[in-house]
């Protein structure tokens, strides 16, 4: 395990988000809701702090907040890694693994098979199961479950499709350097078929991957459902390194038929602000959605880094937090279908009251720190009214030397977050960015919502149409929140604080 640099000790370990507690981890797995808890397995190196030894990892969580981690549940072996995938409960036990009157939770994942092995250098779709409701997994006998003898095939999402064309399991995952989604289906889980492909099609500036898929009412309207398709990249994202796109259209049990692809085939490099981003900032991979939330809601986690420089951000003992989780909904307006996220679990109730900070229709000229009002773990709603002003913003954790700018550049039409001097860049020569998003006004302003946590900020723009995800690694003692402008004035018209006990 490689030592902790005395400096960073753990004040970057996040308070409201998980992180592994003392080794690696990448992306969500396995998102499940099952027995009274969110199961959140990820891709977890159990013997150190950087990728490698890929295994399940495992916590729970009752508020989507704070986390307990339970020991390994899916560890690699001398034949396999187990790379990404993800669980079903198999209520009417399809797979045989339970019993009619005690079903079991399914794992889907994909086997990487080690060098020397029989299946050396393949990928292949793999099962494990659990009768104690998660917390103890064993590898089926007869793995891998489907091989297509390809080198790149990986991340099984499976999902349960009840619709006209009948009821069975689907699976999507990715052949990851054809761009393309392969959809399979079953009864068993044991026996798969394939039902047709999607792809390539807008981003493709890395190989594919980790893809997903869900139906979503449209503006509400259970009458009007439509499907999504996520799929994630590396490299390839708006902002450079790993990001996740998203397709809207329909699924009819066998094909995705995309409403919203704007160029076919490879190679459109020009054209990544056309296409629609799960998230635009840095640090936002591998999202993947639970199966069976409560109240059918589509909550969805990603992993809090980017390939680009994962390996190396200065954290220890442990690597990479993952993201808060995320409630999705789908609006419409006409012909634009977007999706909009908003973080789930109760942040009031892990505030202090006693420390909020507010402030109303205050204008603003140059930088202005805003006294009661520091603090590393918050939630901040903002809204802004340009003026003459050609940039304004927030400037978060700061101490007059360093600070993250979070602003508006209205006549670009961007929403940019600028890391550069924001505490420890120079670990990765790709770190230090300034990073841009394309936001619309709402009736003359601007609303956003961040969350800060030690070592992250995610901002929610545009009533949850843009997000922007990005780790910071800054001073402990930087904890100043200051509003700024660039060029001219404009007015805050509200801004709230709650801070983190
Ligand atoms: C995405 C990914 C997956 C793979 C896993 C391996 O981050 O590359 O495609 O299954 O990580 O850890």
Redesign the pocket.
């Known amino acids: 395990m490689p030592a902790a640099p005395a400096t960073t000790a753990d004040t970057f370990r996040p308070a409201l988000h998980y992180a592994a507690r003392n080794t690696w981890l ?2 969500p797995n396995g998102l499940i809701f099952h027995g009274g808890v969110y199961h959140l397995y990820y ?1 977890n190196n159990p013997l150190d702090n950087v ?1 490698g030894n ?1 295994s399940w990892g495992h916590a729970t969580s009752t508020d989507l907040l704070t986390w307990t981690e339970h020991p390994v549940a899916i560890a690699c072996d001398e034949e396999e890694d187990i ?2 995938g993800s669980i079903v409960f198999d209520r009417n036990n399809t797979s045989g693994f339970g019993t009619d009157s005690a079903p079991p939770l399914v794992a889907i994942y ?1 086997s990487s098979f080690k060098p020397g092995t029989k299946l050396e250098g393949i990928q292949a779709q793999s099962l494990a199961y659990s009768r104690d409701g998660g917390y103890t997994w064993t590898k089926h006998s007869d793995n891998p479950v489907l091989n297509r003898n390809s080198a790149e095939f ?2 099984p999402k499976v999902i349960r499709y009840d619709g006209d064309a009948g009821s069975y399991w689907v699976m999507v995952a990715v052949e ?1 350097k054809d761009f393309q989604v392969v959809l399979y289906k079953s009864d068993d889980l044991r026996n798969w078929e394939l039902l047709s492909t999607f792809g390539p099609a807008n981003a493709t500036g890395g190989p594919w ?2 893809p997903d898929l869900f139906p979503l009412p449209v503006n509400g309207d259970p009458e009007n459902l439509k499907w999504v398709l996520t799929v ?1 990249l ?1 490299p390839g994202g708006p902002n450079k390194g790993s990001a996740g796109q998203y397709f809207v259209g329909d699924f009819d049990g066998a094909i995705f038929t995309s409403e919203t692809t704007v160029t076919e085939g490879v190679d459109h490099q020009g054209r990544l602000s056309e296409y629609q981003w799960l998230d635009w900032g840095r640090d936002y ?2 999202a993947v959605s639970f199966s069976d939330a409560p109240e059918n809601r589509r909550l969805m986690i990603g ?1 809090m880094n980017n ?1 680009d420089y994962a390996n190396q951000i200065p954290t220890s003992p442990w690597r990479s937090p993952m993201t808060l989780a995320r409630e999705l909904s789908l609006h419409a307006n006409g012909g634009d279908l977007r999706l909009v996220q908003k973080p789930v679990g109760d942040w009031a109730a892990a505030a202090d009251p006693t420390k909020s900070f507010s402030l109303n229709e205050t204008v603003i000229s140059g930088l202005q720190v805003l006294d009661g009002a520091a603090g590393a773990v918050q939630r901040i709603h903002v809204t802004f009214t340009p003026g003459s002003a050609e940039e304004f913003g927030l400037v978060v954790r700061g101490d007059g030397m360093q600070g993250t700018r979070i602003g508006i550049r209205p006549a670009d039409g961007s929403l940019i977050v600028d890391r550069r001097s924001s505490g420890l860049t120079d670990f990765h020569e790709c770190f230090p960015s300034l990073d841009t998003a394309p936001i619309r006004a709402t009736e003359g302003s601007y609303h956003l919502t961040i969350y800060l946590d030690r070592c992250s900020v995610e901002v929610f723009a545009e009533g949850g149409k843009v997000t922007m995800t990005e780790l910071i690694f800054p001073a402990a003692a930087s904890t100043d929140l200051a509003v700024y402008t660039v060029g001219g004035t404009a007015t805050i018209n509200s801004l709230q604080v709650d801070q983190h006990v």
Request: net charge negative; proline share 0%; aromatic share 26%.
């Open positions: 990448n992306d891709q990728w890929m790379f990404s994909t990986r991340d990851a991957e980790c994630n590396n991979y591998a992993w390939w």
